[in-house]
């Protein structure tokens, strides 16, 4: 009786398996390197703005906002003209 079994891979299976390492591998080394250049470009910009250290310099911060806003007089500058002609 002829018996035709064999035991592990054959050639076409081991370079599938390579191919599909090779695949993963690349693309996470894309992956990992476009993710460090993205951390890279922001890393080194800083913001201008900078936080108050205390309660009470928030505070005095947005009270001198408010009275800021509260200065602005935005009623002197808009024309409602153009609004009540389309409302109408």
């Excluded at 035709?4 to 599938?16: H, I, Q, S, W």
């Excluded at 922001?42 to 009270?63: D, L, N, Q, V």
């Excluded at 906002?65 to 409302?87: F, M, P, W």
Aim: no cysteine; aromatic share 4%.
């Amino acid at each position: 009786m002829y018996n035709n079994r064999r035991a592990g891979f054959g050639a076409v299976e081991g370079l599938v398996i390579v191919v599909v390492i090779v695949v993963v591998g690349a693309l996470g080394y894309v992956f990992v390197r476009n993710l460090n250049s993205k951390t890279a470009k922001t890393s080194g910009t800083e913001s201008t703005k900078t936080m108050p250290a205390t309660a009470a310099e928030a505070k005095a911060s947005a009270s001198q906002v408010k009275k800021d806003l509260d200065s602005v007089n935005i009623d002197s500058t808009l024309d409602t003209g153009e609004i009540d002609a389309t409302l109408q």
